[in-house]
């Protein structure tokens, strides 16, 4: 993602309280740096309180879809939402499309879309379904 516009898209914004989980060496730092610039802050690991977004990496081998967002809500308000961030098709670590929506269904939540946010990473929302936010 090249501005702060585009990031709108998946509803981050400045003030916004972000929770960061999987991140390793592979994590695109422009990626990280763009995120806490548009927030205004710095992404935290270890929430004391709700968060408003979890910016979950997620690659093929770290496990279940359904299992990382299932630890990914743990600490989200109940309006909040998840972005989940997999390699782009044919990187490595690839995470097959049908393991997403099946994933954050069996999570009990709703993927609602995806966008190409670097060379290497797409980023997926996915929210609680509607009827369950208080």
Do not use: C, Y
């Not at 990382?68 to 782009?88: C, E, H, Q, Y």
């Amino acid at each position: 993602m090249e501005t702060a516009t585009d990031f709108d898209k998946l509803g981050l914004h400045r003030g916004q309280v972000v929770q960061e989980l999987g991140w390793d060496d592979d994590a695109d730092e422009n990626l990280r740096q763009q995120v806490m610039d548009t927030v205004d802050s710095d992404l935290i690991e270890d929430a004391d309180d709700a968060v408003d977004v979890v910016w979950l990496w997620l690659r093929g081998d770290d496990g279940d879809v359904a299992d990382g967002l299932v630890d990914a809500i743990r600490d989200l308000s109940d309006d909040g939402f998840v972005i989940l961030l997999t390699p782009k098709v044919g990187r490595p670590g690839t995470v097959d499309p049908s393991d997403l929506s099946e994933g954050a269904a069996t999570a009990g939540m709703v993927l609602t879309s995806t966008h190409n946010v670097s060379d290497d990473w797409q980023a997926h929302k996915v929210v609680r379904p509607k009827g369950s936010r208080r």
